[in-house]
């Protein structure tokens, strides 16, 4: 019986994914058609409740897969959730959030909901209770022993089997390798390297830096077949972000991206299943 190189494709992804979250893998609708994996950006998307407790709710409610989310540290290096450098959007504090020590950032209220800055720890005890895998991405900046310091509220948390911890920084990504090594040689967290605009050659620096995921925008999936394909053979997965259009999804589900990071994804799931 000859398998086509779509099926093997679909068996791959989907083996990848279970290495990596157990349930929540790709579905293989039929015979050359895989639904990606769908991630809820910031939990609820960017918005009023983004990088919240309340935005696990919204993720589980849109029936995401995944959870995608951001952290950062404060002045004495407590990891925190939030997306920008700054307090001002979506909280009532202002500033530089890592220029603040954690008990004055404790005091800020996240706009959407008035709910405090979540701790990390308390955030994973949340997601814990779901059956949600975690997309958890280090913002800088952030120190060795910072980096290492998420690594350990991972392991702590029980969650090393459902996270993959992603990064535009590339030393972030190799501490977070390196550390979990050393602390679970056998179980040492995935990583994905997060790309601004796309690279050259993709597969030569995914294994460079040993990371399980490449993730570019969704554009550059459609401008680059051919990088697409070196991509596919070398067996590395891509997550791509943050396509918010039907159009932009149906395109994605021709390219056989693993997954896709969205605002609304919802709508995405229900495209996956009108459309695959």
Request: charged share 15%; with cysteine; hydrophobic share 40%.
């Amino acid at each position: 019986m000859r398998i086509s190189p779509t099926t093997l494709l679909a068996v791959a992804a989907s083996a990848f994914t279970l290495a990596v979250t157990g349930p929540g893998a790709p579905a293989v609708a039929a015979a050359g058609c895989v639904r990606p994996l769908v991630v809820a950006h910031r939990g609820s998307g960017t918005g009023p409740i983004e990088n919240s407790i309340a935005s696990v709710s919204s993720a589980v409610n849109s029936t995401a897969q995944w959870i995608e989310f951001d952290v950062r540290a404060s002045r004495d290096g407590v990891p925190f959730l939030l997306h920008d450098t700054t307090l001002d959007r979506t909280t009532t504090g202002t500033g530089v959030a890592s220029d603040l020590s954690w008990s004055k950032l404790s005091s800020m209220r996240i706009k959407g909901d008035g709910e405090p800055l979540p701790l990390l720890t308390s955030y994973l005890r949340r997601v814990a209770q779901t059956k949600l895998s975690l997309l958890l991405e280090i913002k800088t900046p952030m120190s060795t022993a910072q980096v290492q310091r998420v690594v350990r509220v991972i392991y702590r948390a029980g969650l090393a089997t459902r996270t993959v911890v992603h990064s535009f920084s590339e030393r972030a990504l190799t501490v977070t390798r390196n550390y979990s090594l050393a602390l679970h040689p056998r179980q040492p967290l995935r990583t994905g390297l997060l790309s601004v605009t796309g690279d050259l050659h993709p597969v030569r620096l995914a294994r460079q830096l040993h990371v399980s995921l490449y993730e570019p925008p969704f554009a550059w999936v459609e401008q680059h077949p051919r990088r697409m394909e070196w991509l596919r053979a070398a067996h590395i997965s891509v997550l791509t972000w943050t396509p918010d259009a039907t159009s932009q999804w149906q395109m994605l589900l021709g390219q056989h991206v693993t997954g896709i990071i969205t605002d609304y994804p919802l709508q995405l799931m229900q495209t996956e299943h009108s459309t695959c």
